[in-house]
């Protein structure tokens, strides 16, 4: 099993940046790939960002591109998000998921696809 933890969510204005951690523990060796994905009140959960543990590929959903960069730091088992020019349709919980290489030909932009979820945490943006 692997356990996601994420960090770094809060309040902030319109225009502003945050930057959220998801720190990965117990058996990381079988991830292929994380992703951030969000939930907005009401909405369904949706895809944000993805990136391969190895070789660092990346994806992001097109309402994110340019202003969203997903990385990560394999020694510290951790992925991060930064979110620059932050706008209010950006407010939802943001959740960090993981996948296992069984699950590698799946599409990464579906909740399906993955494995391991983190607990959440909340983005306010204020406008």
């Known amino acids: 099993q692997v356990q996601l933890v994420e960090s770094g969510g809060g309040l902030v204005q319109a225009g502003g940046s945050l930057r959220l951690s998801c720190a990965a523990s117990?058996?990381?060796?079988?991830?292929?790939?994380m992703a951030w994905f969000r939930q907005a009140p009401g909405k369904e959960r949706e895809f944000v960002a993805h990136i391969y543990w190895s070789g660092g590929s990346t994806a992001y959903a097109d309402s994110v591109k340019g202003r969203f960069t997903i990385s990560r730091d394999n020694a510290k088992n951790t992925v991060y998000l930064q979110m620059n020019s932050l706008k209010s349709e950006d407010t939802a919980v943001y959740y960090c998921?993981?996948?296992?290489?069984?699950?590698?030909?799946?599409?990464?932009?579906?909740?399906?696809?993955?494995?391991?979820w983190g607990q959440g945490t909340q983005v306010t943006v204020s406008s």
């Open positions: 998921a993981g996948r296992s290489h069984s699950r590698r030909t799946l599409a990464p932009q579906f909740p399906m696809s993955y494995d391991y």
């Open positions: 117990g058996r990381t060796f079988s991830t292929d790939s």
